[in-house]
């Protein structure tokens, strides 16, 4: 039986046009909930493959989004690429920023428990980790969780480390800032010493108890080359595949006369003051010393492989050629620092 049109109203509304209309819906809603789908997954689609520091090939599709940091350079850097909650824990020496006072600290010495009750899908190390907690390790990466071992040994190293990051976190686009960045401010730095004749000379101490200093290659020595800086320790060898090496007393004072300014990394490796090092037996011949040139500059600006790197060549700078570094305007390192803290 067909429906009567009422005059002025239409044709009346059947069965199958409220069927259709109801079809019509569905296809709508299905349609709109796989756009969102897509949608989520479009940043992350294509699969991407990192090869760490240990050898491992790693191959994924997805970025990390519940990582746990043991290192604090990888903490430093996560953060200037823009990542906050995605870092559910760190290292001890994280827990004095502000950003992490409440977020969980793991070390290295913690059973797989700890971690495995965190749910990490990535636990970020360095190869110090590897070698020294190879056992729990293997535990977790037993137990399903990736894990990432990197540090690099130098600048050119550097740049892709911070690259690798930016792959991991589906942060490419900041990663690729982060370099460009860094080399901006550099090229500045070697355009403002250029010209310097002649440079100061500076022996720069990285471990005071054991006469240690930095070898070629280093993130420190590349600051204080930067900054206008000549390193009198160039025939340093570097121990155990790391970026200081032993130099001894006698090598020291061979260069006594020639040292302007004595730099000393100063931290956890270094818990050095500059009374032990004017008072160290036979140190009173440096010319440094004499002249009470010696400098202590905080540990993780000149040899974590970060941007504030930067701050680090500006401070050496500072020491080094107070006239022309003091001038700065402050925007080429300290401001560029903390927009980079705030920009992604």
Same mark, same amino acid.
């Given at each position: 039986?067909?429906?009567?049109?009422?005059?002025?109203?239409?044709?009346?509304?059947?069965?199958?046009?409220?069927?259709?209309?109801?079809?019509?819906?569905?296809?709508?809603?299905?349609?709109?909930?796989?756009?969102?789908?897509?949608?989520?997954?479009?940043?992350? !689609? *294509?699969?991407? #493959?990192?090869?760490?520091?240990?050898? %491992?090939?790693? +191959?994924?599709?997805?970025? @990390? =989004?519940?990582?746990?940091?043991?290192?604090?350079?990888?903490?430093?850097?996560?953060?200037? !690429? *823009?990542?906050? #909650?995605?870092?559910?824990?760190?290292? %001890?020496?994280? +827990?004095?920023?502000?950003? @992490? =006072?409440?977020?969980?600290?793991?070390?290295?010495?913690?059973?797989?428990?700890?971690?495995?009750?965190?749910?990490?899908?990535?636990?970020?190390?360095?190869?110090?980790?590897?070698?020294?907690?190879?056992?729990?390790?293997?535990?977790?990466?037993?137990?399903?969780?990736?894990?990432?071992?990197?540090?690099?040994?130098?600048?050119?190293?550097?740049?892709?480390?911070?690259?690798?990051?930016?792959?991991?976190?589906?942060?490419?686009?900041?990663?690729?800032?982060?370099?460009?960045?860094?080399?901006?401010?550099?090229?500045?730095?070697?355009?403002?010493?250029?010209?310097?004749?002649?440079?100061?000379?500076?022996?720069?101490?990285?471990?005071?108890?054991?006469?240690?200093?930095?070898?070629?290659?280093?993130?420190?020595?590349?600051?204080?080359?930067?900054?206008?800086?000549?390193?009198?320790?160039?025939?340093?060898?570097?121990?155990?595949?790391?970026?200081?090496?032993?130099?001894?007393?006698?090598?020291?004072?061979?260069?006594?006369?020639?040292?302007?300014?004595?730099?000393?990394?100063?931290?956890?490796?270094?818990?050095?003051?500059?009374?032990?090092?004017?008072?160290?037996?036979?140190?009173?011949?440096?010319?440094?010393?004499?002249?009470?040139?010696?400098?202590?500059?905080?540990?993780?600006?000149?040899?974590?492989?970060?941007?504030?790197?930067?701050?680090?060549?500006?401070?050496?700078?500072?020491?080094?050629?107070?006239?022309?570094?003091?001038?700065?305007?402050?925007?080429?390192?300290?401001?560029?620092?903390?927009?980079?803290?705030?920009?992604?």
């Amino acid at each position: 039986m067909s429906s009567t049109p009422i005059p002025g109203q239409g044709r009346p509304v059947s069965r199958r046009d409220t069927l259709n209309k109801d079809i019509s819906r569905i296809k709508t809603a299905l349609w709109l909930s796989l756009f969102m789908v897509l949608s989520n997954l479009a940043p992350v !689609l *294509g699969a991407q #493959r990192v090869v760490d520091q240990n050898g %491992r090939t790693l +191959i994924f599709e997805r970025p @990390f =989004s519940r990582i746990i940091s043991l290192y604090g350079a990888h903490t430093e850097n996560l953060v200037f !690429l *823009g990542l906050d #909650r995605e870092i559910i824990g760190v290292s %001890r020496s994280d +827990i004095h920023d502000p950003r @992490f =006072s409440t977020t969980p600290w793991f070390s290295a010495h913690d059973g797989p428990e700890k971690f495995l009750g965190a749910r990490p899908d990535l636990i970020l190390i360095r190869p110090m980790i590897e070698r020294g907690c190879s056992r729990l390790i293997q535990q977790l990466e037993r137990s399903g969780i990736t894990v990432v071992s990197l540090q690099p040994a130098d600048v050119e190293g550097m740049y892709d480390y911070w690259t690798t990051l930016g792959r991991l976190t589906g942060r490419n686009e900041q990663a690729g800032a982060m370099v460009a960045d860094f080399k901006h401010q550099v090229a500045g730095f070697r355009a403002l010493t250029k010209g310097i004749a002649p440079k100061k000379q500076v022996y720069f101490e990285a471990i005071h108890s054991k006469m240690k200093t930095f070898t070629p290659g280093s993130m420190a020595l590349f600051a204080l080359e930067v900054a206008g800086g000549i390193n009198v320790a160039k025939d340093a060898r570097a121990s155990r595949g790391t970026n200081i090496g032993n130099y001894g007393k006698e090598q020291i004072l061979a260069h006594a006369d020639k040292i302007d300014v004595f730099l000393a990394q100063q931290g956890e490796m270094n818990p050095v003051s500059r009374e032990t090092i004017e008072t160290e037996p036979g140190f009173a011949m440096i010319k440094a010393v004499k002249n009470n040139a010696i400098y202590l500059i905080d540990e993780q600006i000149v040899s974590r492989p970060g941007f504030r790197l930067l701050q680090g060549i500006k401070t050496i700078g500072e020491i080094l050629y107070p006239d022309i570094f003091g001038a700065l305007d402050p925007r080429n390192s300290d401001a560029l620092i903390q927009e980079k803290r705030k920009a992604f």
